[in-house]
């Protein structure tokens, strides 16, 4: 069995640490790029969610280069991600590939099958190595975590940018070479090191701006257009709530605290909406709200076209945006958005954020009112 994954963001090394401390064949998947949408595009249906066309062209890279399996986690909200194994499944059928594929749905949908089916995955190996390679993976998620955060601080205080993506580049081609949890672990440590020591302008107080929006888009750097480093390179300060961490402490690590948090920020935004429709719509108002009370600048919402839970979140945001009077902007993103127009927009919100920040105070010195 040679298993390989679904390509999102950094999402790969936490899932590396665990196939390799299991001792499982693993293809990493290749980052996504123009080749990888244009594979999946040609073999899923036009109006299919653009993430899902992106994964087809991911796993059919994968399959090419010695994959056998593909495992995935599954969704069970009323979107049509609760399809896309099913569906993959199909296509990949159609196309002449044999490929086994394992939908992991969270254990809350039903423990059994999912031990039955995480056990297909860890194969041979002994409950205690897998729960020990478990670990160490939550371990790797948490501190990489860490360390994209670090990279969202330091980008608009560093006075020079570039060493940021060098800093990043490097550890990238670090983990390609490691193997196991506690070597992935030291090039984090390591790189977390290297960050910190890079020249930063301490007089600069960099716009706060809170990214909400579905998560693949949010969280795969060539699907939102690096919207992160845009911003970064801006002079702003991203805040992104939606991470593979978090994920992964809501709904597969015991993580209490994280999953309480979690509640409270959700249960806070139920005059808006108040139950889940499907993807992360709730999370995407429920962020908005948050950020909006904790003192952020703006908050940019950026979905795949004709996403349908973001698409109900579209139509409350302005709202809500209204009533906290907080500026907000929503980009949609698909297989033909413009890098030109998609920076001007970005630079655009960036130069009225810091109009409003600059603008005269009223008297009780609040900023004037976006609305
Ligand atoms: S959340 Fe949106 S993009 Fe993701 S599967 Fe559902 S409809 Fe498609």
């Known amino acids: 069995m040679v298993i390989t994954f679904p390509h999102m963001g950094m999402m790969y090394i936490p899932v590396k640490a665990l196939f390799d401390e299991l001792g499982v064949d693993i293809i990493v998947p290749a980052k996504i790029n123009k080749q990888t949408l244009e594979t999946g595009q040609r073999h899923c249906p036009e109006m299919a969610c653009l993430p899902l066309k992106i994964l087809m062209g991911n796993y059919i890279e994968s399959i090419k280069r010695g994959a056998d399996t593909i495992v995935l986690s599954g969704s069970c909200g009323p979107c049509r991600f609760g399809y896309y194994g099913v569906v993959q499944g199909e296509i990949l059928k159609d196309l002449g590939y044999n490929i086994d594929i394992i939908i992991l749905d969270p254990p809350s949908e039903g423990t059994g099958e999912f031990l039955r089916r995480l056990k297909k995955v860890t194969g041979n190996s002994s409950i205690y190595r897998s729960l020990k390679a478990v670990k160490k993976a939550f371990r790797v998620s948490n501190e990489l975590e860490g360390l994209l ?84 390179n801006m002079g702003a300060e991203v805040h992104r709530e939606m991470t593979v961490d978090s994920w992964v402490k809501y709904h597969l690590a015991p993580d209490i605290k994280h999953r309480r948090r979690h509640n409270r920020i959700l249960k806070k935004a139920e005059d808006y909406l108040h139950l889940c429709i499907g993807g992360h719509a709730w999370e995407t108002v429920a962020h908005s709200l948050n950020y909006a009370r904790e003192g952020m600048d703006g908050i940019i919402q950026i979905l795949p076209f004709g996403c349908m839970p973001e698409i109900v979140a579209e139509s409350i945001l302005p709202t809500l945006a209204k009533d906290e009077d907080i500026p907000l902007m929503t980009l949609v993103v698909d297989e033909l958005t413009g890098e030109a127009g998609y920076q001007t927009r970005l630079e655009a919100f960036v130069d009225l954020l810091e109009l409003r920040r600059s603008s005269v105070s009223d008297e009780s010195g609040k900023t004037l009112s976006w609305y």
């Open 149 to 232: 955060q670090l990279v969202l601080r330091q980008r608009p205080r560093a006075t020079n940018k570039v060493s940021i993506d060098q800093i990043m580049n490097r550890f990238e081609n670090r983990i390609a070479a490691s193997k196991g949890a506690d070597e992935i672990l030291a090039c984090i440590y390591d790189t977390r090191a290297r960050l910190e020591r890079v020249e930063t302008d301490r007089n600069i107080k960099p716009l706060k701006i809170g990214l909400v929006g579905e998560i693949y888009t949010l969280i795969e750097p060539y699907v939102n257009l690096e919207a992160e480093k845009r911003l970064g």
